[in-house]
């Protein structure tokens, strides 16, 4: 058996799909809600190329969100994403980025709109079920960061 990400076979479709990495975080698997939100994505035309169930510790938090160290929030943050496990997904459609952060709704929860996963899940501003990349190189970045 060779893992999947290092099959010969090009499931994403030719290079003109853009990936994207989904988390879903700790209060999500909780609450049950992976098949949930793995079904959204692929009813929206997704594909996802690789998954893997991750107990984030501190080290790999501090360096996903580099970006919010020195924030008040971020303390809060870290201990939110290591608290149990969640689900790292690389997925792939033509904009995946910006529709995949269309689906989740916007960062608080409280006001992202029905219908989106935030929205429909989400609790508030930390407690919001799901990460998406914000751009290309995010993407990359983090698709590296948990995948290798
Ligand atoms: P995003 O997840 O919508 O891209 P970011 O601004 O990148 O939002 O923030 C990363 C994560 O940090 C959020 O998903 C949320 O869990 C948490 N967060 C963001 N802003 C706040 C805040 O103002 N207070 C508390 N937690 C926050
Ligand atoms: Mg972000």
């Known amino acids: 058996m060779i893992n999947c990400r ?12 853009e990936k994207s990495l989904i988390i879903i975080k700790p209060d999500a698997v909780r609450k049950k809600l992976i098949g ?5 994505f692929e009813h929206e035309g997704f594909l996802i190329e690789n998954m893997k169930m991750v107990e984030i510790n501190k080290e790999l938090a ?11 929030f971020f303390n809060k943050l870290i ?6 496990c969640s ?3 690389v997925v792939s459609r033509e904009n995946a980025i ?6 989740m709704g916007t960062t608080d929860s409280r006001k992202a709109k029905k219908g989106t996963i935030r929205g429909d899940f989400g609790e508030d501003v930390t407690i919001n079920v799901v990460h998406g990349s914000d751009s290309e190189e ?5 698709i590296k960061l948990f995948f290798g």
């Open 6 to 17: 290092d099959c010969i076979h090009d499931c994403s479709g030719a290079g003109k799909n």
């Open 36 to 40: 949930e939100i793995i079904s959204r």
């Open 62 to 72: 501090s360096k996903h969100y580099g970006e919010h160290k020195g924030k008040d």
């Open 79 to 84: 201990n939110y994403i290591t608290s149990g």
């Open 87 to 89: 689900v790292a997904m």
């Open 98 to 103: 910006k529709r995949a952060r269309e689906m």
């Open 138 to 142: 995010s993407a990359k970045k983090e």
